[in-house]
């Protein structure tokens, strides 16, 4: 499987930006899937997700109400929609993937990442 990331960009604060990961080998919706991110010095944290199991998102406390994950299934991609965009939202993103059929917020037990993708909210 294997997971390409793009979307990043600068963008100023209470911009918008879409992120995109396109997936290869497998169906993402065969898959738990997430964002996360990485703040310089910091290891990845969660910030969205879909459960296989019944296809319902979860997001961090700091990214719910203003980010979006969804799959479409047709592209096998999925995309992460950030709106109200912060200039602590700079980060490098994530997109992962797991067998299980729910998502986990510890990126280790994720099975598959995309290369990071850099958002950068300017003030």
């Known amino acids: 499987v294997q997971l390409q990331a793009s979307g990043g960009g600068l963008v100023q604060a209470g911009g918008s930006l879409r992120l995109s990961c396109a997936a290869s080998?497998?169906?993402?919706?065969?898959?738990?899937v997430a964002w996360f991110r990485q703040f310089p010095g910091q290891k990845r944290e969660f910030a969205a997700g879909i459960n296989r199991i019944n296809g319902i998102a979860d997001y961090s406390d700091t990214v719910a109400g203003r980010f979006t994950i969804s799959i479409d299934n047709a592209e096998n991609t999925m995309y992460l929609q950030m709106e109200s965009l912060r200039p602590e939202d700079t980060a490098v993103y994530y997109c992962?993937?797991?067998?299980?059929?729910?998502?986990?917020?510890?990126?280790?037990?994720?099975?598959?990442w995309g290369q990071g993708t850099q958002v950068t909210v300017s003030s």
């Open positions: 080998g497998r169906t993402l919706s065969s898959m738990s």
């Open positions: 992962a993937a797991r067998t299980s059929t729910t998502i986990s917020t510890r990126g280790p037990r994720y099975d598959y």
